[in-house]
């Protein structure tokens, strides 16, 4: 058997992919767990979507094996791998009623009339769309749409699904509540599912395990916890959370302390590496910082620009180097422009990079 264990349901072992001489996907190893919730998550061109359609069989792998519940199914068609993919477009029969279009692809596959009724039931009972059986797709709104498209993925029964992008056109009311029909979808099905989005909430509330990507290689792969809270890189570090992590220049002073703007700051990285008067820079997230009394330890800033959201309120500062640090504040007094504060981020949530973006520990 190619991938070995029963409890792997996708492994992809150096996958590449070129399109004429371009290598746009160089050499991809991943292990996807049966049950996961897996989210490819990336700027435009990362090669997500080509990832997912290799796994789909869309897309022919030009190097590397591709394995599904232990089988090599690198040379196999879409058909014979025991996935279903719901595209963005839904891709649903315009003549076809809601049921026929459930029914379409088990039909072709000659599947016997009472399994494919059955079938159909079971879907659409799930994703509450029996009362638009009869309806041709011209006659559902856009999340009705998305829902049946899921639906003819749900009736093959697949081992695997695949998403690319399914909620991408959907308005944002809309989009939360299908990421959340999604998600319970998951939990009733249990299905490994791969999920591609460049919309990081969706990342982070569906996923099981990230997978970020970056010109055609992961960056990082783990858990949303792992991945906001301890990135590998700079790269992961401002990719994941938004308004995205603060970087600050910093330079090393040796003996754990680094300089920052004004401010002098013990830090608890191994500075074996490192040699007095280097550059870094500190990451730090907006949640991260709190309003603090002066002191030779904290960031001097000035508010350029207070944002009120309710809930929250982003302070767009700039230190008097001219770099600038965003603040989320939950509460507290209403800071204003033109304050001037100091700042402090508690030690264990600051994080450093080497200016090639390595993350130093
Ligand atoms: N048929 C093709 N021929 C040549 N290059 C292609 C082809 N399809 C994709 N590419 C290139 O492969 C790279 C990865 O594309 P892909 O569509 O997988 O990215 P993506 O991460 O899904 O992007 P997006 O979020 O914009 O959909 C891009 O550089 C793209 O230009």
Known sequence: MANGSSNKSVVLSD???SYGG???IHGIDLT???GDFVVFVGPSGCGKST????????????????????????DLDPSERGIAMVFQSYALYPHMSVRENLAFGLKMARTAAADIERRVAQASAILKIDHLLDRRPGQLSGG???????????????DVFLFDEPLSNLDAELRVSMRIEIARLHRELGNTMIYVTHDQTEAMTLADQIVVLRDGRIEQSGSPRDVYEDPANIFVAGFIGSPRMNFLEAEWLGEGMIRVGNAAMRTA??????TAGEHLLLGIRPEHIAVADPGPEHITAQVEFSEYLGGTRYLYC??????????EQRDGPDWQAGEKLSFAAPEERRRFFAKDGRRLR
């Open 269 to 274: 990285i191994d500075g074996s590496g490192l």
């Open 318 to 327: 700039q230190l008097e180097d001219g770099q600038s640090l965003v603040v």
């Open 32 to 34: 996807i767990e049966e």
């Open 144 to 158: 009705q749409r998305q829902r049946v498209a899921i639906g003819r993925a749900i009736v093959r029964e697949p």
């Open 15 to 17: 996958v590449r992919k």
């Open 51 to 74: 990832l997912l359609r290799m796994i789909a069989g869309l897309e022919e792998v030009t190097e590397g094996e591709i394995a599904i519940k232990g089988r090599d199914v690198t």
């Open 22 to 24: 371009l290598q746009v």
